[in-house]
């Protein structure tokens, strides 16, 4: 058998190696015959073998080898070959691999490719630019690529050395461009500019795509020791997206300003995913910037089921502690309008949240809290706005059949309660970021006010003391505070004293409500039988 015979079966062995062997050799052949088989592997074959090479092993592509093969023997040979100049716009055929056949075809398959680049489809346009490579094209070239109406041309016009890439068009393309594969790139390219912040602060608030806002913040992060991206990074810890969330909250790990605390206190209160709390709760400042926190910092610690999550937070609670800043509550109509929203978050009135932000629109219908809401803000009285989003935080809580899941009474009451003391945490926390010149993240529901596997009795004591049940003279709540065994005693000793009538709960009585108190404290004795 002759060897381009041998050489034509080898470019088919199943063997990867063997094909790669095959394609060296057949480069010093000039055999035109292995033109379609060397042609074939080139465009389709995507394999890669382990070769030895330099101090170490490094790897070879079958089908480039093919290529610099195919390259050399038409290299001998006038004019462009129709079978080349037809797989170049065959779009059967990987884009990736006819810009590779098309570069190591070298200088004289050049007309083909400057005429594929007026070719009215866009991936044959694309095959021709990415057969130049990044460091070789010229900002005429470039310039060509960003006016292509394909946002792919677009992309790879954005791929030239960094001495011949132009900001100002960058910034144009990361605002107006309308793919946003093109302005995440742009944005990319800027992140180590010298560009200031405020373009990406605008973009970002501009910004519908999430890929794109992700793209901004990790330009915001590199300027994070200015006080402005600070702000801009806060305002999208709360953004709808979870990769911007997590990239947010990582971006302000190591920040200095006390508003990155402040914000990362107000959307640890708020943030449903796991992942992007536990990037939050590595903001290791943060019961130094937002000290009302420790509480819930601490419930979090006792019930977290992973070690990392609980060296995360025991860290947290190493922090010296500190006395909280009492919060001026003003007549501010930001402030009174940002807590609002929280409300009308927590209810889960979207009429409500329009209705702050164009009080023109229909009064907004609802559950009393919503009536609360729009009294308080037509008001614009600071307490009354506190009181109306605290009441609405404790009946949407109250309300959540999830509370009710562990225990129907105690579940829901102590959710309510949390979600009381957690409100009155995020007014404190967002008065803090407006009194900073800092927007606060987005509103959102107060989470975790029910943590899986607390005890239904000690959450509610948590929220809920004997000494505030004895000083409202509340049985019924007292009853709650009972443990199985002191709550049977209780009734035992009840109908003991009463045997025939038994008090009522509500009985305001001094016997009745030391009787509930002693149960409540597990203070068990046989002195009422």
Sequence with gaps: MALNDRLRDALHDPNAVVRLDAART????????????????????????????????????????????????????????????????????????????????????????????????????????????????????????????????????????????????????????????????????????????????????????????????????????????????????????????????????????????????????????????????????????????????????????????????????NARRRAATAARFTGDGRLLRAILRQAADALGSTTLRDWLDDPGRPLPIGPPEVEECVQAWTSLDPERVLTAGEHAAYAAALADPAHAAPDPVRGPTTAARRALELTRVAHVLTARLLAAGAEPPPAAPIQRLVLPGEDSIEALRSVLSIEECRRARNVTWLRLLMRPADETWYLEALRAAHPNSPPAEDDPSDWHLDLAVTAAEGRRSTGYH
């Design 26 to 317: 057949a480069a010093g052949t000039g055999d035109h015959r292995l033109v379609e088989p060397l042609l074939e592997v080139a465009l389709r074959d995507t394999a890669e073998v382990r070769v030895a090479g330099g101090l170490g092993e490094t790897y070879e592509h079958v089908g480039d080898a093919a290529a610099v093969a195919l390259g050399e023997i038409l290299a001998r040979r006038g004019g462009i070959d129709p079978r080349v100049a037809f797989a170049a716009e065959d779009l059967g055929c990987d884009d990736d691999r006819v810009a590779t056949l098309l570069y190591y075809l070298g200088p004289r398959y050049e007309p083909l490719r400057q005429r594929l680049e007026h070719h009215e489809e866009p991936r044959v346009r694309l095959r021709a630019a990415r057969a130049v490579l990044s460091i070789n094209r010229t900002a005429a070239f470039a310039a060509k690529l960003l006016g292509d109406p394909s946002p792919l041309l677009r992309l790879e016009g954005l791929q030239v050395p960094a001495h011949l890439r132009d900001d100002a068009v960058c910034l144009r393309l990361m605002r107006i461009d309308p793919d946003p594969r093109v302005r995440a790139e742009a944005a990319t390219l800027l992140r180590f500019t010298s560009t200031g912040v405020e373009p990406f602060a605008a973009a970002a608030r501009s910004e519908p795509d999430p890929g794109v806002r992700a793209a901004l913040v990790a330009c915001l992060a590199h300027r994070r020791r200015d006080p402005e991206a600070v702000r801009a990074i806060a305002g999208l810890l709360g953004d709808p997206g979870v990769p911007v969330r997590r990239a947010a909250a990582e971006a302000l790990r190591d920040a200095t300003d006390p508003v990155a605390g402040a914000a990362i206190g107000l959307r640890v209160l708020a943030e449903p995913d796991e992942d992007v709390l536990g990037a939050l709760l590595r903001y290791r400042g943060l019961l130094e910037d937002a000290p009302e926190l420790r509480p819930l910092i601490e419930r979090l610690h006792r019930y977290a089921n992973f070690d990392d999550d609980r060296r995360t937070l025991g860290a947290l609670l």
